[in-house]
T-cell receptor, first 113, second 114 residues
Framework: DAGVTQSPTHLIKTRGQQVTLRCSPKSGHDTVSWYQQALGQGPQFIFQYYEEEERQRGNFPDRFSGHQFPNYSSELNVNALLLGDSALYLC????????????FGSGTQLSVL | QQPVQSPQAVILREGEDAVINCSSSKALYSVHWYRQKHGEAPVFLMILLKGGEQKGHEKISASFNEKKQQSSLYLTASQLSYSGTYFCGTETGWSGGSNYKLTFGKGTLLTVNP
């Protein structure tokens, strides 16, 4: 049973560009959350998707947007990249309504030059 | 509001014990603990729910003081494999059973030496 898979693993972009990150949740999971982890910091909640709708959102600007597909996979889009967007982006999947462990993917390391 | 973890870092010798603390300025519904090794995804350790229920790792214990809005993670007889950064994630407020979000602390770096 595959866990959470994210692609790509690494990405290099320049300021002003746009980026799309992808996540496939663990089998049986219907909720996907995205986190941004800067170097030496804890993961910061970006937003969460369930039933193809954004259900919760953290303190991130509208440049950060997402989508969830009928198969529960999800995308994170970041427009007008800034140097400060450089970070590890983690996807975590879970089952709605159940407080159990989050399954994290290995992340996408984004570098903005 | 981000929970505060202490200490920021701790160094142990194999077999020693450690306690990592997590405190919040807001009332907590649940506290989640994860360990992350360098370059890897966070791995689940423990969930503590309001009301006393715990779900988690066999060899790791934790406490949750609802009144003080604090949680502590107890690592006993540490092993080399315990090295990593420990994060607490807090859920503030009850979302009615539906989807919830976790706010993570800055982490505690634990190093276990032979």
């Amino acid at each position: 049973d595959a866990g959470v898979t994210q692609s790509p693993t690494h990405l290099i972009k320049t300021r002003g560009q746009q980026v799309t990150l992808r996540c496939s949740p663990k089998s049986g999971h219907d909720t996907v959350s995205w986190y941004q982890q800067a170097l030496g910091q804890g993961p910061q909640f970006i937003f969460q998707y369930y039933e193809e709708e954004e259900r919760q959102r953290g303190n991130f600007p509208d440049r950060f947007s997402g989508h969830q597909f009928p198969n529960y996979s999800s995308e994170l889009n970041v427009n007008a990249l800034l140097l400060g967007d450089s970070a590890l982006y983690l996807c975590a999947s879970s089952r709605t309504g159940i407080r159990e462990k989050l399954f994290f993917g290995s992340g996408t390391q984004l570098s903005v030059l | 509001q981000q929970p505060v973890q202490s200490p920021q870092a701790v160094i142990l010798r194999e077999g020693e014990d450690a306690v990592i603390n997590c405190s919040s300025s807001k009332a907590l519904y649940s506290v989640h603990w994860y360990r992350q090794k360098h370059g890897e995804a966070p791995v689940f350790l423990m969930i503590l729910l309001k009301g006393g229920e715990q779900k988690g790792h066999e060899k790791i214990s934790a406490s949750f003081n609802e009144k003080k809005q604090q949680s502590s993670l107890y690592l006993t007889a540490s092993q080399l494999s315990y090295s990593g950064t420990y994060f607490c994630g807090t859920e503030t407020g009850w979302s009615g059973g539906s989807n919830y979000k976790l706010t993570f602390g800055k982490g505690t770096l634990l190093t276990v030496n032979p």
